[in-house]
């Protein structure tokens, strides 16, 4: 397939005008399946086309009937957001594998018009689905010889459309960085493991052990090598002699030995209990994992991934084969099905035949990165084993307090050591490094971080531009080698700072790297930020919430404030997440038009069977329009239809635990940045000194699309308004009409609009280095 056109190409030009196009959920459910199914019905609808809903998965396709495919309205989908699993209901069907019942469902297909089909399942939902395009023809041809179907309609309906989209909490099709209701999973998870602190599947197993800190944990990719008992008891006891008195050991399901003998969560249990006697419970979480409401990325993902679908069943063509819209890094992509399945297949054939680096390999760089990262961050040297660098580097949290900053300096913290460097920790970012409160931190004092919310270290807003002497002095009497500051813009303006000061002070001659930390999601170079995952899966429950409150009452519109400063990220894809009807944001400017025609909109939704409204208004949208402002005017001019409440969310969006997403982010890239500031050192290190002058010494390491990117801070100035402190440009932006179109507005759709500039690739990228999945 071809790369398309790089001009704009408007979407009133892609019309699902006479065309229908079905959705069904096959396999075991997945949170965030509802969201998916809610944007193929809108964006169906949107385009004009036809949108049916197939009930049971394939079992309602075979059995046919108005109740199992059942035509859908924009009001049929209302609420479904914020509801796990599937509502329209999934079913394994042995029928559908027979000849004779892929028979019936072609038949009940063409019965309603039916040509297009959006699958949302497991690869063998996505395999059984390319089957049956591909035998569309020959059974078309059947019909019409056994009389149940005209010669007319047989060509009128002579080729059948899928795209696939991968619904599995188990994150284990290749090709995607993450499926459908995998984050929502590890939220089940870690929640239940920051409980009590063992769990199934094989990349939740290692991504949960990767954002609780677990002290051991077996997969079915990498069997423990023999005398792994005796290994995993050692370290249990050393950890009880270093005053831990909780330890954690996650078993994943299917985990084996080198012998290949299974290992279960029973075994391991009575040999920590035999060997050490210490006192052990077993928690398998079993359907847990697929259970309750999705989390914000899975909204957002299967929000895109819906309409990214629906665009490809408008663009495809007779010979164009079946894709399957997938994640790479941050962005859409379609890519060919039967591909990404034979490659999943291959993991298992693998695995099958103890090929286990190999299988790691197949699942792709991200899991290998977990991998790599886990088996750094879990399993200390001994003393003699590791390194002496000579190495002194210090970690400060700069800006206001953001979910995942204790996992990133967990996670820097034991990558240097592990590196051969000695770590300092400074509190209470630059404020405390000018007033020397700086301190030796070794490996087991971050134990327990990464689940902790805030910030440990402690962090003020102070900028170094006026205590430059006072701090070349401390890092002189500590003889610092490195900085790693994390934390949001404040510490991209502190090392802009920093940087100049090389010119007076060659203290700061030194490799320094700043990783992105802040709720607001507003620091340039990086798409994301450290804590913002966490803050819009605090609006989006509070959100849902405030909307269940109104259930049962008399029409009602919410009207919700968020933070973020001059950053509307929190508003625009909490609003996605969340199912708003409008976003007011600073980055796109409103009037009193466009407040009056957003009331006119809810005033016209209202009338149907949807009876609540939910707008959206970050901080600092507009200094005249004010929430109080909005507020007021949806009340005055609702009067008789709805009525108004408003909420500001506050700083309950910078508290909590941090979520999965955040812990691991913040883990990973962390670990990166240390290894960049190790490789840094080696090579600035002459004559007995570091001296680094350049401006790649200078970085901020931040993910751009589908890598983890490091850019000189001096070369990002160009792209920052610093009035505002917010990037010029925000990748963001573009989901916003998926939000309005969504909510039922009409309005201008640009085919890169959904998230991806360069989103129709049609042959497999390359491997990303960086993952938004983790």
């Known amino acids: ?38 944007a193929v019905v809108r964006m169906g609808i949107y385009v004009g086309a036809k949108v049916y809903f197939i009930r049971e998965g394939y079992q309602g396709m075979v059995d046919g009937g108005e109740d199992n495919i059942k035509e859908a309205t924009w009001e049929s989908v209302s609420s479904m957001l914020q509801v796990g699993g599937t509502v329209i209901g999934s079913a394994r069907c042995k029928e559908f594998r027979s000849h004779e019942g892929r028979l019936r469902a072609a038949h009940h297909l063409v019965e309603k018009g039916i040509t297009n089909l959006c699958v949302i399942g497991g690869d063998g939902s996505l395999t059984g689905a390319n089957l049956f395009r591909e035998e569309w023809s020959g059974l078309l041809a059947e019909l019409v010889e056994q009389g149940l179907i005209s010669q007319d309609s047989s060509q009128k309906h002579s080729a059948l459309h899928i795209v696939g989209m991968v619904g599995s909490i188990d994150n284990d099709f290749c090709g995607t960085d993450m499926t459908i209701g995998t984050d929502s999973a590890l939220h089940r998870i870690i929640e239940v493991v920051d409980a009590i602190m063992t769990t199934a599947q094989r990349y939740l ?61 029973d075994y391991v249990k009575d040999l920590v209990v035999k060997c050490l006697g210490f006192d052990t419970r077993v928690t398998i979480l079993g359907h847990v994992q697929r259970g309750g409401t999705p989390s914000a990325f899975d909204r957002i993902l299967a929000s895109r991934m819906g309409v990214e679908a629906v665009m490809a069943l408008l663009e495809t063509t007779a010979n164009t084969p079946a894709c399957v819209v997938s994640l790479c890094g941050n962005q859409s992509v379609r890519l060919p099905l039967m591909e990404c399945v034979q490659m999943t297949q291959e993991v298992q054939k693998a695995m099958d035949e103890k090929k286990f680096e190999e299988a790691v390999k197949l699942r792709g760089r991200s899991f290998e ?43 820097a913290v034991r990558v240097g050591i592990s590196e051969g460097h000695k770590m300092f920790a400074v509190s209470d970012g630059f404020e405390g490094l000018y007033k020397g409160q700086i301190k030796e931190i070794k490996w087991a004092d971050v134990g327990g971080w990464t689940g902790q919310g805030g910030s440990l270290l402690g962090t003020k807003r102070t900028l170094p531009a006026k205590h430059v002497d006072k701090i070349a002095e401390q890092m002189r009497l500590h003889n610092i080698n490195a900085l790693l500051v994390i934390g949001g813009f404040e510490a991209f303006e502190c090392l802009l700072q920093l940087y100049d000061a090389r010119a007076t002070h060659e203290d700061f001659c030194i490799p320094m790297c700043m990783l992105p930390a802040t709720i607001s999601n507003n620091v340039p170079g990086t798409d994301l930020s450290i804590g913002a995952d966490t803050a819009l899966n605090a609006i989006v429950e509070t959100c849902d919430r405030i909307k269940q409150s109104a259930s049962g009452t008399k029409r009602r519109v919410f009207i919700i404030e968020t933070m973020g400063g001059y950053c509307g990220y929190l508003a625009s894809v909490g609003g996605l997440a969340a199912g708003a009807d409008a976003a007011y944001i600073y980055e796109e400017p409103f009037d009193i038009r466009d407040l009056q025609s957003n009331v006119e909109h809810l005033t016209e939704k209202m009338k149907t069977s949807i009876q609540r409204g939910l707008v959206l208004r970050n901080e600092n949208s507009n200094e005249n329009y004010t929430t109080d402002f909005i507020y007021q005017l949806y009340s005055e001019e609702g009067r008789g239809v709805f009525d108004c409440r408003k909420n500001v969310l506050g700083h309950m969006q910078q508290g909590g635990a941090p979520s999965p997403f955040d812990r691991n982010f913040g883990t990973k890239i962390s670990a990166k940045a240390m290894q960049w500031i190790t490789k840094k050192l080696t090579e600035t290190f002459r004559q007995g000194r570091v001296f680094a002058n350049t401006e790649d010494s200078c970085c901020l390491l931040g993910m751009r699309r589908r890598n ?67």
């Open 369 to 411: 990165n977990n991998l790599r990262t886990y088996k750094l961050l879990a399993h200390r040297k001994p003393e003699s084993e590791l390194p002496v660098s000579n190495f002194n580097v210090a970690i400060l949290n700069v800006g206001a307090p953001a979910a995942g900053m204790n996992a990133a300096v967990r996670s």
């Open 1 to 38: 397939m071809a790369q398309p056109d790089s001009k704009k190409v408007f979407f009133e030009n892609l019309t699902g005008a006479g065309k229908a196009i079905a959705v069904l959920t096959s396999g075991g459910d997945a949170q965030g399946m509802n969201a998916a199914v809610r």
């Open 708 to 774: 983890l990117v490091f850019q000189p801070v001096v070369q990002l100035k160009d792209d920052t308004d610093f009035v505002h402190r917010i990037p010029k440009e925000q990748w963001w932006l573009k989901l916003r009409p998926l939000m309005k179109i969504l909510a039922k507005y009409r309005t201008s759709y640009d085919v890169s609009d959904s998230g991806q500039l360069e989103h129709v690739v049609r042959n497999r990228p390359k491997e990303s280095d960086a993952s938004v999945a983790m």
């Open 205 to 265: 197993a290692l991504v949960s052990a990767l954002a609780c800190g677990a002290d051991w944990v077996l997969i079915p990719e990498m069997p423990p090598e023999d005398g792994w008992e005796d290994k995993m008891c050692q370290k249990l006891s050393a950890n009880r002699a270093g005053m831990k008195r909780l330890n954690i050991i996650i078993v994943a399901e299917g985990a084996i030995g080198r012998n290949n003998k299974p290992i279960t969560t």
